[in-house]
């Protein structure tokens, strides 16, 4: 397989309503989209999940490209590639930036899927025919407003309720919600809100009967992580502090978690993610797929790695009506019931509408 063209298109579109977290909000997201063409004209598709702020990483959509052009696409571009795990092993001579290079590798994994007449999912090593999602809500103005959020998501039959926590936005929220809504899986992100100092107060959440309080410390704290769970009887979930399998290798050996989420774009590819979901099924560390508010290109890959066996947990892979009036692919990304049907084509299972694409595209270059 030689990757002959990439074309790299910035999109700005408007999400349905904002999304705040204790970082900030996001409304108006622009993202990259990547076009990787082999000699016979046949195309795969990444999205770079970078934001335009670099809150959640240091990466954002002008480093992302920065990254692909002048580094990572010249790596890649008119090489003999066999099997796309062979460019996480290409790019290893680039320090970090793993969601620039996700962008690019998972489009690969697109492309080789497309190649060899099977479904990316298939590719991957996945066997479910559907997967089971759940929903995050970003931190709404009133508890009420929230409340009814959770209402509608129940309704619309989404397997959990995630929702966001920050000092003084925790535990009166999680009782209120529980007060109206006593058996719904419920979890809490909280994006590094905390230090070790709250202890006493995160330990008041284990009353509540969470799946899992997510990313209560620093990013770069494993080791306080490993404190932490050992005063929680609720299991942590890493997210942002899981960046490689070393981290994962790392919080597994020391205890700083129960689960971990994986987003292909935080850890620098599906390969990697690949080799963390394995890591974390081997020692029986539970994981679920994490969202970026992505279209439906980055949804559809989301898609596929939750097919993989030890996804046993529901993501936050919500429909493209969730977050889009219109998206980027059709089929859109439907879930019934909190259930997503997996796609039977081959690669992602989904085309790319090349209308909406291009009216979203601000920017666009290709290199060849
Ligand atoms: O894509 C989705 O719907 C999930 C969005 C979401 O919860 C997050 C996206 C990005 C950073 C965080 O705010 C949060 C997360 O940490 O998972
Ligand atoms: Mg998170």
Redesign the pocket.
Known sequence: MKITEVTIRQLSMRMKSP?T?SFGTVQDKQFLILEAKDESGLSGWGEGVAFEVPW?TEETVKTSWHMLEDFLIPLVLNKDVQHPDEISAIFKVIRQNNMAKATLESAVWDLYAKRTEQSLAHALGGTKEKIEVG??IGIQPTTEQLLQLIEEHVTAGYKRM?VKIKPDKDIEVIRAIRARFPEVPLMA?A?SAYSLDDIELLQQLDEFNLMMI??PLASDDIINHAKLQKQLKTPICL??SICSYEDARTAIELGSCGVI?IKFGRVGGLTEAKRIHDLCMQHGIKVWC?????SGIGRAHNVALTTLQNFVLPG?T?GSNHYWDQDIISPEVIVEDGYIKVPEGYGVGYEPNMESLEQFTVSKKVYR
């Open positions: 999304f977290t959640y929903i995050s995630k992100d994006n997510e990313q997210d942002e989420n994490g969202g970026m508010l992505e936050d919500a």
